[in-house]
């Protein structure tokens, strides 16, 4: 028994020596790095075992680095590299975008029937697949949506109206993500699905599931980007299951079976990518397959697109509006302003909410994109090296496979780019936001792989703000925290315990519009 407790001691102490040698790769190439105080999990021990939250972990860290144009980190044992200079994120993500097209994000086809999707996919196929997707997203097609978005909007007034009684608190977080449920599952699928009356529901299961996280899960998830192509072979605890997969799966099918069969045509996403896959089908039978275009729309394509729209759609919308309404909640001139022009410009448009009217609503905008610079969807992006890279301006040469970190929250509270990061101030985006300097500004990431959805995300949370200020004003509840304390479990940047706010009514005669 001894010789076994020496012989463990002896590995423990091997692995650790070996581990903190692998840190000085950063001091050898001349970088500067804060060294890991852990072996084995490097810089990011922390928000892997969930002592810090993601966002405030990435913010310490960038803030060590205040002069230097990106600075150097370990991801395990992995060597990363951060940027801090706003022109080297401009120029990896769209003039050297060919080097760096890469999220390093695998699942193995064979063992997820639903891994054929555009975040999964690189070089050649994520092009061809992106080329065939983004009409998809264009202003007239999401035009043709709006009615769908109103409705589901509505619906959200209707539930918020259980709770204006005597300011009765409501988890504005969990509310509105149900309400981006139905956005989604009826944008996507044509379906009405209720999740604000039914929380119980497959799909809101399947949402949830998707952002489940624990330690385990998150180490797991980590070590398959570190690893390359064998991460493919990990499977990480919890998330969503084989049930939940197949249940998407049948609901896609017996849709367009439905609608086929009943001469249904409904212009939304399924409908869209389905036409794809028919256009595809058709140019296969008569050999007409561009060569350039190598991603087949075929089945697999429709039903995994279909099922990442809805999972990245759901919850960072409803992040984004529940932290839209929580600063408008903590600053009632804001409110009182955005609320001022959303009267102004549906009176304009016979008191209706077309999509002509949502363009012409600029404050409103910069509202949005205040909350978005000040909230994240996603706390950073990775990139990871299509071939050997030399960093502009420096003899540092990075090689294949090396994975680069653009941290989009640490970037959007630098007070470099923005003065008084903290401060909810949409100001800042007036003129369009021409004074931001690129680079600075990156909630749905930056150049050809940035968010092929940002539209319709825009254009949801524009809907979903609108309704609800022509019928209540949104105002603080015994529950509501300032500041925000941040779920340290999650990889999002979301608030511990949710975000809790009241609602009163406005005054009668805008209840109806």
């Known amino acids: 028994m001894i010789v076994e407790v020496i012989l463990f001691i002896i590995v423990l102490v091997l692995l650790y020596i070996h581990s903190m040698s692998r840190y000085d790769f950063w001091d050898k190439h001349g970088v500067p790095v804060d060294k890991p105080k852990y072996p084995l999990f490097g810089n990011s021990f922390n928000t892997l075992f969930s002592l810090k939250a993601p966002g405030e972990s990435q913010y310490e860290l960038y803030m060590k680095f205040p002069n230097e144009r990106f600075f150097g980190k370990f991801h395990f044992m992995k060597p990363n590299l951060v940027l801090r200079d706003p022109h080297l994120v401009e120029t990896l993500t769209i003039k050297d975008f060919a080097v760096a097209s890469d999220r390093g994000i695998r699942d193995d086809p064979r063992a997820n029937k639903l891994a054929m999707h555009l975040l999964n996919l690189t070089d050649a ?113 919890g998330g969503i299951t084989n049930e939940m997969l197949n249940f998407f799966v049948n609901v896609v099918d017996e849709t367009i079976a439905f609608r086929k069969k009943q001469g249904i045509v409904r212009h939304d996403f399924l409908h869209l990518m389905n036409e794809l896959l028919e256009k595809d089908q058709t140019s296969i039978k008569n050999g007409e397959l561009d060569s350039d275009n190598p991603y087949i729309f075929d089945h697999t394509a429709l039903v995994s697109n279909a099922f990442v729209f809805f999972v990245a759609g759901f919850e960072t919308t409803a992040s984004t509006i529940s932290y839209a309404m929580y600063e408008l909640c903590l600053n009632p001139i804001v409110q009182d302003r955005v609320f001022q022009e959303v009267v102004g410009v549906t009176n304009r448009h016979d008191g209706k909410v077309t999509y002509e009217a949502l363009q012409e609503m600029s404050y409103m905008d910069q509202v949005i ?27 540092l040469v990075l090689p294949k496979g090396f994975l680069i970190t653009i941290p989009i929250y640490a970037i959007h509270h630098d007070p470099q780019y923005f003065e008084n990061p903290f401060e909810f101030n949409p100001e800042r985006f007036s003129d369009n936001g021409t004074n931001i300097k690129k680079g600075t500004y990156l909630p749905f990431g930056s150049g050809p792989r940035i968010c092929i959805g940002a539209r319709f995300a825009i254009l949801e949370v524009k809907v979903a703000l609108v309704k609800m200020l022509l019928n209540f004003e949104i105002v603080k509840c015994s529950k509501t925290k300032d500041p925000l304390i941040y779920d340290k479990t999650s990889r999002l940047h979301v608030p511990e315990g949710g975000i809790w706010l009241a609602v009163q009514a406005r005054d009668k005669r805008y209840e109806s519009i």
């Open 369 to 395: 994109s205040e909350t978005l610079r000040r909230y994240p969807p996603i706390p950073g992006v990775s990139r990871v090296l299509t071939q050997d890279y030399k960093v502009p301006h420096t003899d």
């Open 125 to 237: 196929h994520w092009k061809s697949l992106r080329n065939k997707l983004t009409p998809i997203f264009s202003p007239s097609k999401l035009k043709g949506m709006l009615n769908q978005l109103v409705e589901c909007a509505e619906s959200l007034n209707r539930t918020l109206t259980t709770y204006q009684t005597n300011r009765c608190p409501f988890d504005a977080r969990e509310i509105v993500s149900r309400f981006t449920t139905d956005v989604i599952a009826s944008c996507t699928f044509g379906l009405n699905i209720d999740t604000l009356n039914d929380p119980n529901s497959m799909f809101r299961s399947v949402g949830k599931a998707a952002f489940e996280d624990t330690s385990t899960r998150k180490i797991i998830l980590s070590l398959k980007r570190v690893i390359g192509p064998f991460g493919k072979f990990l499977k990480a605890p």
